[in-house]
């Protein structure tokens, strides 16, 4: 499985913007997809995920509230629409899919990923 991440870009505070994770090479039957994120000089951390099937949502309280995650399973795509922007979630975005998907799982736990995407919000 191959993912390609799309999306991103400059907003200022305050703004939206939209990222998307489109998985390739075969139709995806794993159990989650989900987005992480590093910032320069930072770890990679957990921003959301979505079970491929039961559509469950989970969230880091960093974004809850302003963030959705959400899947297209005829297009094996899954989106994070991102609202109200703050400087602080300026980051290279990461989509990942996992085979198998449990709350708080780390990221060495996930099978794939993609290229990343840069979101830079500006004060």
């Known amino acids: 499985v191959q993912l390609q991440a799309s999306g991103g870009g400059l907003v200022q505070a305050g703004g939206s913007l939209s990222v998307s994770c489109a998985a390739s090479?075969?139709?995806?039957?794993?159990?989650?997809m989900g987005w992480f994120r590093q910032a320069p000089g930072k770890e990679r951390e957990f921003v959301a995920a979505?079970?491929?099937?039961?559509?469950?949502?989970y969230y880091a309280d960093s974004v809850k509230g302003r963030f959705t995650i959400s899947r297209d399973i005829t297009k094996n795509t899954v989106y994070l629409q991102m609202n109200s922007l703050k400087p602080e979630d300026t980051a290279v975005y990461y989509c990942?899919?996992?085979?198998?998907?449990?709350?708080?799982?780390?990221?060495?736990?996930?099978?794939?990923w993609g290229q990343g995407t840069e979101v830079t919000v500006s004060s």
């Open positions: 990942a899919a996992g085979r198998i998907y449990y709350n708080n799982m780390p990221p060495s736990r996930y099978d794939y």
């Open positions: 090479g075969r139709t995806f039957s794993g159990a989650a």
């Open positions: 979505i079970r491929w099937r039961e559509q469950s949502t």
